[in-house]
């Protein structure tokens, strides 16, 4: 009998308690139970086996697969469960690439299981089919070490994967290409930035080749224009001096042909002047409050004696108002309108007078011409436009009055309206803002009587052009005016002072008439003396320092009736 300290003298039974009868007997319903739910456990294990989703190998790593359930079969391409156990008849038969197998043999060895990793196992057919497999090395109770495998078919997966990596290719391929356009549009685009700089650089040199030009044209003109202006200035005095005296008809007749001449001539070189200043900006506004009147009284005395001449009777009918506005500018526009009015007013006459509308006020001046039709009353505004001259006879000047007041108007901010009747006449108006009452700042030009005597006054014209010097000496002297004659300050120290002083601006030695002036007042003690100045400069600069002065202004070529009118004003001031 064998002793139980020998383990090997004992069976399983004795080991269990089981080597007795009795004892079997007494453990018979407890094994029973545990040997059903051992059957109850094989069984469902095998259910899960078989009925898997993923497919479930078990295999010996020295040798092939031992057991498969259908899904791997499946997933394989194979008929049954016995073709994969019969092709797979070593682990490695398994893999398309053995040294996976040799891989994951090293690893559940050294690891006792691996997650997840990701190889291609052969199918039938030459099929491969990539897989996602977990490995777990299983206990055993013979030296032949076993694994389970857990197999999920990731073919989806890996198409997705190609198909991501397809579509990654082909938008790299995509950049690529928008890339290498871009580069091109990039290098046009340098090129032609390059071209266009290249462009504007010759503009820049062409612009500023064309601003040195319009200075030079510019400096040339206003030279050419004083040389210009000089002569015909002497011409018109000389010609109004013959005009002042008891002529026969044939000498009169030409005389005024003469005098006609020179004033168109006068009217067209100060019209292309004045309008090549507008276009570039050399007229800037110097807006005001001042009493219309101041103005309108002026152009009252400068017109009244030219509509009488023309056989025209000459209304003044303005109200006493304050406007803003720049005054000779505006005076410009008035001129101009009542220039034409004269010029084309056969008979009847010419009205100078003011409207109100609201905060405006419409300076209008009516005339009895021929009148406008409807389809021409913008034309007129252009350049070089003038109505019914198709024959060479019947133009007067050459139409660049209304060009230049709708660039005056348009500058000071106003308005212009035109109203006609056709075989009536016209209405051409300006709009022009009120403005408060404010102390007057052009009291040359004020209201006073008109048509004051100038025989018996004394008056010292100063110029530096001999040929202006003998012609203002033969007008005034035909208006009974004693006249003095200085070509510079040394002479112009007469004594006693004089009445009345004719300064031209621009002297020899750089002096200039209103610098003159103040001196002459200065050495004869008299700060009121009245004084003009006559030039042909007619730029701003000049035209604001010499309103700051206080001095008036008559432009040259001069026009007689005016250097009457303004001097008649001025000694019936001083007196």
Same mark, same amino acid.
């Given at each position: 009998?064998?002793?139980?300290?020998?383990?090997?003298?004992?069976?399983?039974?004795?080991?269990?308690?089981?080597?007795?009868?009795?004892?079997?007997?007494?453990?018979?319903?407890? +094994?029973?139970?545990?040997?059903?739910?051992?059957?109850?456990? #094989?069984?469902?294990?095998?259910?899960?086996?078989?009925?898997?989703?993923?497919?479930?190998?078990?295999?010996?790593?020295?040798?092939?697969?031992?057991?498969?359930?259908?899904?791997?079969?499946?997933?394989? =391409?194979?008929?049954?469960?016995?073709?994969?156990?019969?092709?797979?008849?070593?682990?490695?038969?398994?893999?398309?690439?053995?040294?996976?197998?040799?891989?994951?043999?090293?690893?559940?060895?050294?690891?006792?299981?691996?997650?997840?990793?990701?190889?291609?196992?052969?199918?039938?057919?030459?099929?491969?089919?990539?897989?996602?497999?977990? +490995?777990?090395?299983?206990?055993?109770?013979?030296?032949?070490? +076993?694994?389970?495998?857990?197999?999920?078919?990731?073919?989806?997966?890996? !198409?997705?994967?190609?198909?991501?990596?397809?579509?990654?290719? !082909? @938008?790299?391929?995509?950049?690529?290409?928008?890339?290498?356009?871009?580069?091109?549009?990039?290098?046009?685009?340098?090129? *032609?930035?390059?071209?266009?700089?290249?462009? &504007?650089?010759?503009?820049?040199?062409?612009?500023?080749?064309?601003?040195?030009?319009?200075?030079?044209?510019?400096?040339?003109?206003?030279?050419?224009?004083?040389?210009? /202006?000089?002569?015909?200035?002497?011409?018109?005095?000389?010609?109004?001096?013959?005009? *002042?005296?008891?002529?026969?008809?044939?000498?009169?007749?030409?005389? &005024?042909?003469?005098?006609?001449?020179?004033?168109?001539?006068?009217?067209?070189?100060?019209?292309?002047?004045?309008?090549?200043?507008?276009?570039?900006?050399?007229?800037?506004?110097?807006?005001?409050?001042?009493?219309?009147? *101041?103005?309108?009284?002026? /152009?009252?005395?400068?017109?009244?004696?030219?509509?009488?001449?023309?056989?025209?009777?000459? %209304?003044?009918?303005?109200?006493?108002? $304050?406007?803003?506005?720049?005054?000779?500018?505006?005076?410009?526009?008035?001129?101009?309108?009542?220039?034409?009015?004269?010029?084309?007013? %056969?008979? =009847?006459?010419?009205?100078?007078?003011?409207? #109100?509308?609201?905060?405006?006020? $419409?300076?209008?001046?009516?005339?009895?011409?021929?009148?406008?039709?409807?389809?021409?009353? #913008?034309?007129?505004?252009?350049?070089?436009?003038?109505?019914?001259?198709?024959?060479?006879?019947?133009? !007067?000047?050459?139409?660049?009055?209304?060009?230049?007041?709708? #660039?005056?108007?348009?500058?000071?901010?106003?308005?212009?309206?035109?109203?006609? $009747?056709?075989?009536?006449?016209?209405?051409?108006?300006?709009?022009?803002?009120?403005?408060?009452?404010?102390?007057?700042?052009?009291?040359?030009?004020?209201?006073?009587?008109?048509?004051?005597?100038?025989?018996?006054?004394?008056?010292?014209?100063?110029?530096?052009?001999?040929?202006?010097?003998?012609?203002?000496?033969?007008?005034?002297?035909?208006?009974?005016?004693?006249?003095?004659?200085?070509?510079?300050?040394?002479?112009?120290?007469?004594?006693?002072?004089?009445?009345?002083?004719?300064?031209?601006?621009? @002297?020899?030695?750089?002096?200039?008439?209103?610098? @003159?002036?103040?001196?002459?007042?200065?050495?004869? !003690?008299?700060?009121?003396?009245?004084?003009?100045?006559?030039?042909?400069?007619?730029?701003?600069? $000049?035209?604001?320092?010499?309103?700051?002065?206080? /001095?008036?202004?008559?432009?040259?070529?001069?026009?007689?009736?005016? @250097?009457?009118?303004?001097?008649?004003?001025?000694?019936?001031?001083?007196?």
């Amino acid at each position: 009998m064998k002793k139980p300290s020998d383990p090997g003298g004992l069976s399983v039974s004795d080991l269990i308690g089981l080597g007795s009868q009795s004892a079997r007997k007494s453990y018979y319903p407890e +094994l029973t139970a545990r040997m059903a739910e051992l059957e109850a456990e #094989r069984n469902r294990y095998k259910w899960l086996f078989e009925n898997a989703l993923h497919g479930i190998f078990q295999a010996s790593l020295a040798g092939g697969v031992r057991a498969a359930n259908p899904a791997l079969a499946r997933m394989l =391409g194979d008929d049954s469960v016995d073709a994969t156990l019969a092709r797979c008849t070593t682990l490695a038969a398994l893999f398309v690439d053995p040294e996976d197998a040799a891989e994951l043999q090293r690893r559940v060895v050294a690891e006792g299981r691996v997650v997840g990793y990701t190889t291609r196992l052969r199918g039938q057919r030459g099929r491969d089919v990539p897989v996602a497999m977990t +490995l777990v090395q299983k206990p055993s109770s013979d030296d032949e070490p +076993l694994v389970e495998a857990f197999v999920a078919d990731i073919t989806e997966r890996e !198409q997705a994967r190609q198909r991501l990596m397809q579509l990654n290719e !082909q @938008l790299e391929a995509r950049v690529q290409e928008r890339t290498e356009a871009l580069e091109r549009v990039n290098a046009e685009l340098r090129q *032609e930035i390059a071209e266009r700089r290249r462009i &504007e650089a010759e503009l820049r040199e062409a612009r500023d080749a064309a601003e040195q030009a319009n200075r030079s044209k510019d400096r040339y003109l206003a030279a050419a224009s004083h040389d210009l /202006l000089q002569p015909m200035n002497a011409a018109r005095l000389l010609v109004a001096t013959l005009l *002042e005296r008891p002529l026969d008809g044939e000498v009169r007749d030409l005389s &005024e042909r003469i005098h006609l001449s020179l004033e168109g001539a006068e009217d067209l070189l100060t019209d292309l002047l004045d309008i090549a200043r507008l276009d570039h900006d050399r007229i800037q506004p110097q807006p005001e409050t001042f009493a219309l009147r *101041e103005l309108t009284a002026s /152009l009252e005395a400068e017109f009244v004696s030219l509509a009488g001449s023309r056989g025209l009777t000459f %209304r003044h009918r303005v109200v006493e108002a $304050w406007v803003v506005s720049d005054f000779r500018l505006l005076g410009r526009v008035l001129r101009n309108f009542l220039s034409n009015a004269c010029r084309y007013t %056969r008979r =009847g006459g010419v009205l100078l007078g003011t409207r #109100r509308r609201g905060d405006t006020l $419409w300076v209008e001046v009516w005339d009895s011409g021929p009148g406008i039709p409807a389809d021409q009353r #913008r034309a007129i505004f252009r350049e070089f436009h003038q109505l019914g001259t198709s024959r060479a006879r019947d133009r !007067q000047g050459v139409g660049l009055g209304l060009a230049i007041v709708e #660039r005056i108007v348009t500058r000071l901010g106003h308005e212009v309206a035109v109203r006609s $009747w056709p075989g009536q006449g016209s209405c051409f108006a300006v709009g022009v803002p009120l403005g408060a009452a404010a102390e007057p700042r052009h009291p040359p030009a004020a209201s006073v009587a008109i048509g004051h005597d100038l025989a018996g006054s004394r008056a010292l014209v100063v110029d530096n052009e001999p040929s202006i010097l003998s012609s203002m000496q033969g007008l005034l002297e035909g208006w009974g005016m004693h006249c003095d004659l200085a070509f510079d300050a040394g002479e112009a120290r007469v004594s006693p002072p004089p009445d009345v002083l004719l300064v031209d601006l621009h @002297l020899d030695d750089g002096l200039t008439g209103d610098v @003159l002036i103040q001196r002459l007042r200065d050495h004869w !003690q008299c700060p009121l003396l009245p004084a003009v100045i006559i030039t042909a400069d007619r730029s701003d600069h $000049w035209i604001q320092r010499l309103r700051a002065a206080n /001095l008036p202004v008559l432009n040259k070529p001069l026009k007689p009736g005016k @250097l009457r009118a303004v001097l008649s004003q001025l000694l019936g001031q001083a007196h």
